[in-house]
Structure formats: C-alpha cells, structure tokens
C-alpha cells in the first residue's frame, strides 16, 4: 500500500474532494513512546485546526502538521490521504461548534437568529473558514 493513500480507498475516492467522508477512519496508531498519544483523525484535525488559526490555509502542509503532532510527514497519510482531506475535516470541526437547539422554539425567526448568531460566533472564531466554507464540498447521504 502507498503510504499516500489511505486505507479503504479505492483511488477514485481519495482524489475527488470530499472523498474523506466516504472512507472509515483508522484505529488510532501506536505513537513514539508512552508519553506520546496515539495519532488519531480527532487529534489530527484538532492540529490541522489550530494551524489553520495561526497561519491560515497556504500555512497548513502536511510536512507542519506533522511538527505540531510530534510524528513523521508519512504518518498522516495512514489517516488522511493529501491536505484536501484536512481542509474538509477543519472545516466540519467548525461547523460542528455551532450549537443547534434539541428542538424547535416554536419561534422560527428565533431558531434561525440563534443558528446564525453561533455560526457567525464560529467563523469569526476560525478566520480562514469563511472563505475555505465556498470552496469545499459538502457531503450528502
């Protein structure tokens, strides 16, 4: 196996944006030693997402990610198969902060004034994610 593709895909998916939705992640590896937590897509995209905070999108490589995790470049590519793949993870962490109510008010405007308001609250929190949020696919079932 190419240390560029990630398990299960199948060529097609991995290049075609939004392809790391439609592959299993993988059980999280083995790190360097003890002290060191296992590498996972939840640490990964915690990094990606950081990075993307302190530098933007041309300052997320696969070769700075992998610094700020502590692991070698290759690493990654058992998880994620190119940068694309952390850009749509990034972006979904972002969405995900923006708290939808259990259920409706009863208020419609007040439902979609809140939503708003906390997705506002994420982007502003994530500068680079407004414009990435055009660019990237989004994933239907």
Known sequence: MSPKRAPGSDGA?????????????????????????????????????????????????????AEALGVHATSLYWHVAHRDDLLDLALDA????VTLPARAA???????????????????????SGALAGSRPAHRT
């Open 106 to 128: 009863g208020d419609w405007r007040a439902d979609v004034t809140a939503f708003m308001d906390g997705l506002r609250t994420a982007l502003l929190r994530h500068p680079w």
């Open 13 to 65: 998916a991995s290049a075609m944006p939004g392809g790391v939705w439609l592959r299993a992640p993988r059980p999280p590896s083995a790190g360097g030693g003890a002290a060191q937590p296992a590498l996972d897509r939840e640490r990964i995209v915690a990094a990606s997402v950081a990075l993307l905070d302190e530098r933007g999108t041309a300052g997320l490589t696969m070769r700075k990610l």
């Open 94 to 97: 972002v969405f995900g902060e």
